[in-house]
């Protein structure tokens, strides 16, 4: 029974260094290859459009694009604007500005032939300018035994806020 067991290994080890051996590769002819297509693509956010009509206090538009270098690397940015109205039980705020972001994204999705997909990693370096504009405010207070709550409608515009920051996009 041993001998059985042994030999029955060792004709498959045999059978299967030859056949592995056997395989060659194929070669592509270069007429047949895919050609990557390198150059600038440019597209909107549509997330900013939808919640743009959907909601009334939040306007935002959004353009994004990229320049493929190599095979997986591509230099990448995005310039937008919004605004957006935050309101709670104490205070009303409007924000609005615009900013600019810049960087680069690794492609490490290997594609099929013919398929130009991304599955990406990258980082951005953002720069902003914007304003906040206080609509209204009130001091909460637990003992209102000496008066009623502090409250102000006056409406207070702080301009000339900027900002700078790095993102990691995975």
Not at 102 to 120: F, L, P, Q, R, V
Not at 124 to 131: E, L, P
Request: overall charge negative.
């Amino acid at each position: 029974m041993k001998l059985l067991h042994t030999t029955l290994f060792l004709i498959s080890l045999v059978c299967s260094v030859w056949s592995s051996n056997a395989q060659d590769t194929i070669q592509i002819p270069a007429e047949n290859a895919a050609k990557l297509k390198y150059g600038l693509r440019i597209g909107a956010d549509a997330g900013k459009l939808i919640r743009s009509a959907l909601d009334d206090e939040y306007k935002g538009f959004e353009i994004v694009g990229d320049y493929r270098l190599t095979k997986s690397w591509y230099l990448a940015g995005e310039l937008g604007t919004e605004e957006k109205t935050t309101t709670n039980d104490y205070l009303s705020v409007t924000t609005s500005g615009s900013y600019f972001k810049a960087g680069a994204d690794y492609n490490m999705y290997d594609n099929w032939y013919g398929m130009d997909n991304m599955i990406y990693a990258g980082f951005r370096v953002g720069a902003s300018t914007f304003s906040q504009t206080r609509n209204s405010y009130t001091v909460y207070n637990t003992n209102q035994y000496w008066g009623e709550q502090n409250s102000s409608n006056e409406s207070v515009k702080f301009g000339g806020l900027s900002a700078i920051w790095v993102e990691l996009q995975i």
